[in-house]
């Protein structure tokens, strides 16, 4: 049921202002579709805090998402006290872990120690911002990730797009040659990606130089990946389903090293 004039100036008349109003129904209601989302594709779905921080109701949004997303200590903290240490997130029969993320395009040293105590994973802008903060990281238990610059625009207002020129927004691919730590560089690759013909399918042939791997199982997000972004993750577990969407499971046999002109193809049989 939605909010009608009527019930809007029946409620300015008995409360006092400023205040804010809210539909506690459609609040629910959009909760519901965002887990219904989640169930159907196994992503998770976080509460972005700048978007929505009324911490009142964290305890209803803790029933359907998976946890909170923070830009720095006090959103962290708050994120932290009163969803994650209070709400223990149930979906079906299974109880799932509330997750409390951080992403900063400048993290302070004097408070990163206490904001990975309270947080499960922390998203860095750059290789430098890695090298800095990665042993406390660690040494916490956090998840870390990069944040990637495309360097794709997809709007025209440069003020709010995080791929325009001179953004400092994310490791861009000139980075990635030079500037990568040594721990990374392992996982970080430049390709060429040519059009995929025909479909890609178990029992097909991953090969990367001279070494084949029998595909095992196909993702079915892989192929739409690969040929749109040109990536894919190949796990090579042997397993007859692929337990992520993205992803290709072939055989179960020693990883090549990936180098400079590596070749990798699919290829029928």
């Known amino acids: 049921m939605g909010i009608t004039y009527e019930c809007i ?7 006092p202002t400023p205040c804010y109003i809210v539909s506690e129904a459609l609040l629910e209601k959009n909760l519901k579709r965002l887990r219904s989302v989640s169930d159907q594709t196994g992503c998770k779905i976080l509460l972005a805090q700048k978007a929505f921080s009324m911490y009142y109701y964290y305890p209803l949004v803790g029933k359907y998402l998976d946890g909170v997303t923070a830009s720095g200590l006090y959103e962290a903290r708050l994120g932290y006290e009163e969803l994650c240490q209070k709400q223990v997130i149930d979906s079906g029969n299974t109880a799932k872990r509330c997750e409390n993320h951080v992403f900063s395009p400048a993290y302070r040293k004097t408070q990163s120690d206490e904001l990975f105590q309270i947080c499960d994973h922390a998203v860095f802008n750059s290789f430098s911002q890695w090298t800095t903060y990665r042993e406390a990281a660690l040494r916490a238990g956090v998840s870390c990730g990069l944040r990637i610059n495309p360097e794709c625009s997809t709007q025209e207002h440069a003020i709010y797009d995080p791929c325009a020129p001179g953004s400092r927004l994310g490791v861009t691919l000139e980075n990635f040659a030079e500037h990568a730590p040594e721990e990374l560089k392992d996982y970080c690759y ?6 995929i013909n025909g479909t890609i399918g178990a029992g097909q042939i991953l090969k990367i130089d001279e070494n084949e791997y029998r595909i095992t199982a196909v993702g079915e997000e892989a192929p739409v990946t690969l040929a749109g972004l040109g990536h894919c993750t190949v796990n090579f577990n042997g397993a007859s389903a692929a337990e992520l969407p993205g992803t290709i499971c072939v055989e179960s046999k020693p990883m090549p090293d990936i180098q400079v002109g590596t070749v990798i193809q699919i290829l029928e049989i």
Not at 190 to 195: C, K
């Open 9 to 15: 100036k029946n409620v300015m008349n008995e409360v």
């Open 190 to 195: 430049s390709i060429d990606v040519n059009p």
